[in-house]
């Protein structure tokens, strides 16, 4: 690999500085190891990410048999914990995978999950507190050191082409949405609930062991050299007020971001008693995500990343507001399945490619970790709010409030998103 750069560094002509820079870029951006690292934090994704993910059949599940006697928003805390930690903690995982790599984080996270998931393969039906615990305390800890050095060691590979290898990135946890309720549901009736997350774990030990054998990073100087284990965690960027102000429309857009993929397979079953369609809710969302996630990051790279967030984060909004919330219709409601799915994904997977443009890149994961631990708030309690709201679950109109909570929510959110967007540049036509 050295040898490589050195050629092409000798093809750069000296005497100018442009081509040098240009030449440089170029061995950055592309080559077999950068695309390799891309399918390895696919994998990554698709078995961490993938599992949060999967929480809205775990949320069904756990609400008609499991858990059966627990209320639905106090079962979404197991998910919302799980993320609210990934997100908490990526202001040091993130910094973690800037100065060491990758290697032993994934060592940790993979091994972490694959036990969590037998862990959680051993407990008896009814036991709330304990499966909190497991899959929402545990599962969260360990995936957050595999989900933010993921998309990290992406942007140690890429800069012009950033927002197109992170969108990539993010369809691993849609596909993982798709897989693991997919496996689940399948084995359920066939080997039981506890063998079929023991399956589940031997899919995530495969995953991370490709993704260590086919990932490189591209580690900065010991902690002695940079000025000690405190520049770890850092929270300068909240001086841009650019950086400030897209942390706040996150925050709000992530508040009711993650609602529909939660309730959305219960309201069906509410308004549509005996529907046949609705156990594939999460499926159709994820599948749409994937589309959306790779649109987004190809479009953002083009045409500026905060020039189609905050529009995105505006239609997700509105289709819940318009179409999920007057719906009389399953098809009606298929059909916000697949939009929200779509839009829903280009948010989460812009915002880090648009954190990183106004980042120095050796402070790449110290950075986007700050961001997402202050997301991590947002996350936590979202859902649980949202299912608070509900009047009554065996009926449509009980989850009147926990829609319009959602929609607000996300165009609140992309209102702030707005004005990150006009501190920028206030000529909306120009890349950003």
């Known amino acids: ?6 050629i092409n560094l000798e093809r750069c002509p000296s005497e100018s500085t442009t081509d040098s820079e240009s030449c440089k870029l170029k061995e950055r951006e592309g080559g077999c190891a950068a695309w390799l690292t891309v399918g390895g934090s696919i994998l990554v994704y698709y078995a961490s990410y993938g599992v949060m993910n999967s929480f809205g059949f775990f949320q069904d599940y ?45 060592l940790g996270s993979g091994s972490g999950t694959m036990l969590t998931l037998l862990m959680l393969s051993a407990i008896q039906p009814g036991q709330f507190w304990q499966v909190f615990l497991i899959q929402g ?6 995936i957050a050191f595999g989900v933010q050095p993921a998309l990290t060691v992406i942007g140690q590979h890429f800069s012009e082409r950033r927002a197109l290898a992170m969108g990539l990135v993010s369809t691993g946890a849609a596909l993982g949405g798709i897989g693991f309720p997919l496996l689940v549901d399948q084995l359920l009736p066939r080997v039981g609930f506890a063998n079929a997350l023991r399956l589940a774990a031997l899919k995530v030990v495969v995953c ?11 580690p900065s100087a010991r902690p002695e050299r940079k000025g000690g284990y405190s520049t770890l965690i850092d929270f300068r960027g909240f001086f841009d007020l650019r950086y400030a102000i897209l942390c706040v429309g996150t925050w709000f857009a992530v508040l009711g971001l993650s609602i529909p993929s939660y309730y959305i397979k219960t309201y069906a079953n509410a308004a549509y008693e005996g529907n046949t369609l609705s156990k594939y809710f999460l499926c159709m969302m994820n ?17 500026g990343r905060l020039n189609l967030l905050w529009p995105i984060a505006l239609v997700s909004g509105c289709l819940t507001l318009f179409l999920w ?27 880090p490619s648009v954190v990183g443009q106004i980042t120095p890149d050796d402070k790449l994961g110290a950075r986007i970790g700050a961001f997402y631990s202050v997301i991590a708030v947002a996350s936590l309690v979202g859902t649980p709010i949202g299912g608070a709201l509900i009047t009554d679950k065996h009926h449509r109109d009980g989850y009147r409030w926990l829609i319009l909570f ?27």
């Not at 991370?208 to 591209?218: E, H, R």
Request: aromatic fraction near 10%; glycine fraction near 8%.
């Open 1 to 6: 690999m050295a040898e490589k750069i050195s």
């Open 62 to 106: 756990y609400s008609n048999d499991f858990l059966r006697d627990t209320p639905a928003s106090t079962i979404a805390f197991i998910g919302t914990m799980q993320m609210a930690l990934v997100n908490l903690l990526a202001a040091i995982s993130g910094p973690l995978c800037d100065r060491y790599g990758i290697k032993y984080l994934y």
């Open 137 to 142: 305390f545990l599962m969260g800890l360990t």
């Open 208 to 218: 991370y062991s490709v993704a260590l054998c086919i990932s490189t990073s591209k």
């Open 287 to 303: 599948g749409c995500s994937i589309l959306g996630a790779t649109l987004a990051g190809f479009l953002g790279d083009r045409i």
């Open 325 to 351: 919330l007057p719906s009389h219709s399953m098809a009606t409601l298929v059909l916000f399945v697949c939009l929200y799915g779509f839009s829903a994904s280009s948010v989460t997977a812009l915002t």
């Open 406 to 432: 959602s929609g607000t929510a996300l165009i609140v959110g992309s209102a702030f998103m707005l004005g990150s967007r006009l501190l920028h540049d206030r000529d909306l036509r120009k890349k950003w």
